[in-house]
């Protein structure tokens, strides 16, 4: 068995989120299958595409009630950028969709500064750059972190999201998928 | 507001880099995948590959290289040239890249800016403008259209486009600063990020550019001197721009 199953939603890029992994030495393996979803010590849930193709994917091939199985079981999960957005609540993002509600909040578009929000920012209260590109943001009870006075990440339970994105934030985000990992 | 973004631009032509990269460091210059760790372990925020013969057969290569570059690279990279279709898009974002950058296809039909948008997000979408005289143009820079150069941008970013690359013909090449009104009037007239791009020579014309525009791309300033990235970063810091603090993995 891989160290980490990253959930294929069917559109765009895990290589990436791979590549990190295999730099930190873990192996992995994308996929879709709730068997292996379930059975994996760590699973990352990564962020690419639309809300709601990602949703209809997640629930037509049972990832979404794996998902919230291993929630259940206390079981680690890392959802990143889109992969946080949808285990919120509800999304605003393509007419309203409704997530995984694993995480409690919803997720609202961006209404000040350029956006796409494209770049590094600083993480508080980390005090470390990382890479965010996104339009959506989430709103949260259970914000720990902020950038620029946006929830960047949201914990509950053994589901730990981020905003940014760990596999494009260089070293920065190479020690805090280490610290995901040695956690797990 | 994220920090200000400094990228290298890399000019690919049969899977190989050239334009201008000079350095002993390197054990092969030409080498994507070699320059990109390079430029990226040496402070590069993001870096943009631009396949300038983006020939069909160097649409294959350029995927393989995306795809080699990705396995490697812990930033951002966006790959434009020869994206003339969703299918071209989707081929470079699934093989690795964050975005990808269209130009006179976008300018064709503007439709395709939204269907790849749809698809992966506006933030996976480029619009590279080449701005001279008030215009847009094509062929790399060598033919006028009779399109406004602001105008265009706004549509750009009405249908998709998360950012605006704007070159400035005028400057491109000359080292003697960016076109800092040119520069300012688009990122005025939209509301996505723009990324200035022509004419870099020093230091402080990067720093000047980073004040009007969310980043600057550059390109024979940092091939002359690949090494000089980090010097060339603490420069703009010094001169009163924030870059993203450098870290070493622990």
Not at chain 2, 224 to 241: K, S
């Amino acid at each position: 068995m891989s160290d980490v199953v990253v959930v294929d939603y069917g559109a765009g890029n895990t290589r990436s989120v791979r590549a990190a992994l295999t730099h930190l030495g873990a192996s992995s393996e994308v996929t879709s299958d709730p068997v292996a979803i379930v059975a994996s010590p760590f699973v990352i849930l990564p962020g690419v595409g639309s809300a709601r193709s990602a949703m209809a994917h997640l629930i037509e091939t049972g990832a979404a009630l794996a998902l919230r199985e291993r929630f259940d079981a206390g079981l680690s999960t890392l959802g990143i950028c889109l992969g946080m957005q949808i285990a919120l609540e509800t999304s605003e993002e393509d007419g309203g969709v409704d997530g995984l509600a694993l995480l409690r909040g919803d997720v609202r578009r961006l209404d000040h500064g350029r956006v796409p929000r494209l770049g590094w920012a600083m993480v508080e209260p980390w005090n470390d750059a990382y890479y965010f590109a996104h339009s959506y943001a989430a709103w949260s009870p259970d914000s720990f972190a902020t950038s620029d006075g946006i929830t960047v990440a949201v914990q509950r339970d053994a589901f730990l999201g981020v905003q940014f994105h760990p596999e494009k934030s260089g070293a920065a985000g190479l020690n805090f998928l280490e610290r995901c990992l040695s956690l797990a | 507001m994220p920090l200000a973004r400094l990228i290298p631009c890399l000019d690919v032509s049969h899977g190989r880099v050239v334009k201008g990269v000079s350095f002993v460091g390197l054990r092969d210059v030409g080498d994507p995948v070699e320059l990109a760790t390079f430029y990226s372990d040496g402070g590069a925020d993001e870096l943009v590959f631009l396949d300038i013969a983006a020939t069909p057969s160097d649409t294959v290569t350029m995927t393989s290289v995306v795809a080699q570059v990705a396995d490697v690279l812990e930033i951002p990279f966006t790959v434009g040239g020869g994206v003339r279709s969703v299918d071209d898009a989707s081929r470079i974002i699934e093989s690795g890249a964050d975005r990808v950058s269209l130009n006179s296809a976008a300018l064709a039909d503007p439709d395709l800016i939204t269907r790849i948008a749809n698809l992966y997000g506006s933030q996976a979408v480029v619009v590279a403008i080449d701005a001279g005289d008030g215009v847009v143009h094509t062929h790399g820079g060598r033919v006028a259209t009779t399109t406004s150069t602001v105008p265009w941008a706004v549509r750009a970013a009405e249908c998709g486009a998360g950012e605006i690359l704007l070159t400035s013909i005028r400057c491109d090449g000359h080292r003697q600063g960016f076109d800092l009104e040119l520069t300012a009037a688009v990122r005025d007239a939209v509301r996505v990020p723009v990324i200035a791009s022509g004419g870099a020579g020093s230091a402080q014309h990067v720093a000047e550019a980073l004040r009007v525009a969310d980043a600057a791309l550059v390109a024979s300033i940092v091939h002359e001197n690949p090494a000089g990235l980090r010097g060339l970063r603490r420069e703009i810091e010094d001169l009163g721009v924030a870059l993203r603090p450098l870290k070493e993995q622990t």
